[in-house]
């Protein structure tokens, strides 16, 4: 008796041996098909119709055909190259931590570690509404305890609190040289978000890039920017402008740490880039390919090499209060796209985010769907799997050239804080929603859950209620010198919220 077993057959046990075979390919006796053939019978199908009415376009403009086949790169297209952050098949599984009471955000931290995390970040609001109420170096040891931040990565998202957050960070890693910090400053996402700095922005970036310049020495692993388009896409924007908002970014803090003496191959790893991750895991695949293409552009024109590290999280914008058990679903799409994509930390929101706080079950579920796709699927055994695919090797091009173009408005326009202070930006987004927002009321682009196979019995979800009463108010902080930037701002929306309104379970 013998086995067929991928081209070779195993003999008895009593030979030992194993025979090769001579296999011929099932498509040997068809011939080739050629694209004008395919094309013939798809149009024959269509009864008329052209092949141009199945390709859909972004909304960048970006056109999806029907059938992609083999085609001569473009001779300056840059190669989408991966690179893996924590060795073979893993990536880094980021909790979030947002409770209110620094002891509770302790044990959530020291809890997620013990159970599969593996890095932290840390939400800081010192009102404790949407964040930890973290308002001194004390408070942040008290978060910290027990945390092994040489082992543990821990990341900041701070707002204009950036550097503070990070010298009460510096205290609490008590100089390590191996503490892995990412402190995340990130002043230009702030200002875009709310439409004003507490003060001139130019000052906030120059004292975020002085600050990093100055702890680079003492911590040779840590990261200081993030680098983020998130606030693009979160106010409804498309691709292509988070992708070019992320790039000026980038741009902007290497500018300001060259400007604090920092050297340019030294300010690159400095960086990492932030982008979000949704349902629609071929665009993600085809924008953190791209992010890699652009960011290796921009070090080119440097004249430096600097791998891209990206940190990717979900987006808000794609979850609904409307049956938030499809949140898990969405979540777990955002989870493949961002680990096949490549992404060297993942960050993924509980499911019951829009409701309210997370309970230990929406914890465990949101840091288990990453367990799940790394341990059992093991999506990051295969370096970068969207290689060679044509379909995404064009989707991908076309994103970084679309993103290119748009960075290089927002240089023509002075950079970052300029583009948004005049509006730039702003009238970008508020484009890309608006085509968004009309797709979503006819019909064109669906919500599951929401707009179709909507559940009339749905289950209830269970979130956290927190006391605030014992929140001590924070301290007034002093105000800065020089007039307050402000700019048009580009809050955060979700794409459920016209369908939510006025909705009952």
């Known amino acids: 008796m013998t086995l067929s077993l991928s081209g070779y057959v195993i003999a008895p046990k009593s030979t030992s041996r194993i025979v090769a075979l001579d296999l011929t390919p099932l498509a040997a006796d068809f011939p080739a098909p050629s694209r004008e053939a395919w094309i013939a019978l798809v149009e024959k199908t269509l009864k008329g119709g052209s092949l141009e009415s199945l390709t859909r376009r972004s909304y960048d403009g970006s056109p999806t055909e029907a059938l992609y086949t083999a085609s001569p790169l473009q001779p300056d297209t ?29 044990a959530h931290a020291l809890h997620d570690l013990e159970n599969g995390a593996n890095s932290l970040l840390l939400r800081i609001d010192p009102t404790g509404r949407d964040g930890v109420a973290v308002a001194s170096a004390d408070d942040m040891g008290r978060v910290l305890a027990g945390v092994e931040t040489e082992l543990a990565p821990v990341a900041l998202d701070a707002g204009f609190l950036g550097v503070q957050a990070a010298r009460w960070l510096d205290q609490a890693a008590k100089s390590a040289p191996r503490a892995k910090l990412g402190l995340h400053l990130d002043p230009l996402s702030a200002f875009a978000r709310s439409g004003a700095s507490p003060g001139p922005i130019a000052y906030h970036v120059a004292e975020a890039a002085a600050l990093a310049a100055q702890l680079r020495e003492t911590y040779p692993d840590a990261t200081a920017f993030l680098a983020s388009g998130a606030v693009a896409h979160e106010a409804g924007g498309t691709e292509a402008q988070e992708l070019a908002v992320m790039l000026a970014a980038a741009t902007a803090y290497l500018r300001a740490l060259d400007e604090a003496q920092a050297p340019a191959c030294e300010a690159a790893a400095l960086i990492v880039l932030g982008l979000t991750v949704d349902g629609e895991y071929f665009d993600t695949l085809a924008k953190l390919r791209a992010a890699r293409a652009l960011w290796r552009r921009l070090c080119a024109a440097l004249e430096i090499t600097s791998p891209a590290r990206i940190e990717a999280r979900s987006s808000r914008r794609m979850m609904s209060r409307l049956d938030p058990w499809v949140n898990l679903l969405r979540l777990t799409s955002a989870g493949f796209g961002a680990a096949v994509g490549g992404a060297h930390a993942i960050v993924l929101e509980p499911f019951t985010q829009p409701l309210g706080r997370p309970t230990p079950f929406a914890r465990r579920q949101a840091r288990n769907a990453q367990l799940v796709l790394m341990e059992e699927s093991g999506l990051a055994r295969v370096a970068d ?56 009321a006819s019909g064109t682009r669906k919500l599951v859950g929401v707009t179709v196979f909507r559940n009339p019995d749905e289950a209830p979800v269970a979130v956290e209620a927190y006391d605030l009463s014992d929140v001590p108010k924070p301290l007034p902080q002093p105000p800065l010198a020089g007039e307050a930037s402000r700019c048009p701002p580009l809050p955060p929306w979700r794409a459920a919220e016209a369908f939510e309104r006025g909705a009952t379970g």
């Open 78 to 106: 840059v190669r989408f190259d991966l690179v893996r952050s924590q060795g073979e098949g893993r990536w880094d599984v980021r909790t979030i931590l947002d409770p209110p009471d620094p002891a509770t955000a302790n």
């Open 385 to 440: 799997p969207a290689g060679g695919a044509w379909f995404l090797e064009a989707q991908t091009d076309q994103l970084a050239r679309a993103a290119w173009s748009l960075f290089q408005q927002i240089e023509a326009a002075g950079g970052l804080a300029q583009a948004l202070c005049s509006g730039l930006v702003a009238g970008w987004v508020q484009t890309g929603r608006a085509a968004l927002t009309a797709d979503l």
